[in-house]
C-alpha cells in the first residue's frame, strides 16, 4: 500500500509560479512511476506530467509542456511539480499517483494510488 499526500497549493496571479509536493509512505518509492492529473470544476481529470522511477524518462500534456517541470527525489519520497507561467485555465485541483509499473504513462487508469488532491487557483 502507499499513501500519498500532495501540499503546495493556493492562490496564484497569472504568470506566477506554485511548486507542488507529493509525499509517499509505504510502498519503496524508487520503484515507482509517479505521475500528476488535475481536475478542474465541471470537466474531467486529466493527465498532466509523469516521471519514470529513476527520474530519466518524463511526459507532458501539451497544455503545460514548457511550463511545469515534474522531478523526484527518491531519498525523500517525494515528488515535485514546478508550475511557472500560470494561466487561469491552470486553475484545478491537482492530484499526485503512482503506479507499480516503475514506467511513466500518461493513462489515468494505469495508476494504482492517488492522493487526496491540492486546490490550485490561478487569478487573472
Known amino acids: 500500500q502507499v499513501q500519498l499526500v500532495e501540499s503546495g497549493g493556493g492562490l496564484v496571479q497569472a504568470g506566477g509560479s506554485l511548486r507542488l509536493s507529493c509525499a509517499a509512505s509505504?510502498?519503496?518509492?524508487?520503484?515507482?512511476?509517479m505521475g500528476w492529473f488535475r481536475q478542474a470544476p465541471g470537466k474531467e481529470r486529466e493527465f498532466v506530467a509523469t516521471?519514470?522511477?529513476?527520474?530519466?524518462?518524463?511526459y507532458y500534456a501539451d497544455s503545460v509542456k514548457g511550463r511545469f517541470t515534474i522531478s523526484r527525489d527518491n531519498a525523500k519520497n517525494t515528488v515535485y511539480l514546478q508550475m511557472n507561467s500560470l494561466k487561469p485555465e491552470d486553475t484545478a485541483v491537482y492530484y499526485c499517483a503512482a503506479r507499480r509499473g516503475s514506467k511513466t504513462s500518461d493513462y489515468e487508469a494505469r495508476y494504482d494510488y492517488w492522493g487526496q488532491g491540492t486546490q490550485v487557483t490561478v487569478s487573472s
Open positions: 516521471i519514470s522511477w529513476s527520474g530519466g524518462t518524463t
Open positions: 509505504g510502498r519503496t518509492f524508487s520503484s515507482l512511476g
